[in-house]
Nanobody
């Protein structure tokens, strides 16, 4: 069982920046994909950004392209989400996700069903 611990959420005004952190309990290279998802109360969880750990390929939702950047630091065994130019509609609970599956072809890294490990979430609030 892999545990994921998120941190870095908080409150910021529109146009500001936040950086989210996710620390897996296992070596990050043992995971195939990691991602960030967000969910508002009463709404479905949606993929924001994902990364293929070994290859470094990144994937983004259209709503965050050019504003958010997902990255990994192998030495610190940490996943990041740098969020710039934040908007009030970015307000959500943000979740880190990971998957250790070996299948790579045909994966859809921004889909919830691709992941079997989830963090507890960190709240991001953007005020106008």
């Amino acid at each position: 069982q892999v545990q994921l611990v998120e941190s870095g959420g908080g409150s910021v005004q529109a146009g500001g920046s936040l950086r989210l952190f996710c620390a897996p309990s296992t070596n990050i290279y043992s995971l195939s994909f990691m991602g960030w998802f967000r969910q508002a109360p009463g709404k479905e969880r949606e993929g924001v950004a994902a990364i293929y750990i070994s290859g470094g390929y990144t994937y983004y939702a259209d709503s965050v392209k050019g504003r958010f950047t997902i990255s990994q630091d192998n030495a610190k065994n940490t996943l990041y989400l740098q969020m710039n130019s934040l908007k009030p509609e970015d307000t959500d609970m943000y979740y880190c996700a990971a998957d250790g599956g070996t299948r790579i072809a045909g994966r859809r890294p921004l889909q919830v069903y691709e992941y079997n490990y989830w963090g507890q979430g960190t709240q991001v609030t953007v005020s106008s």
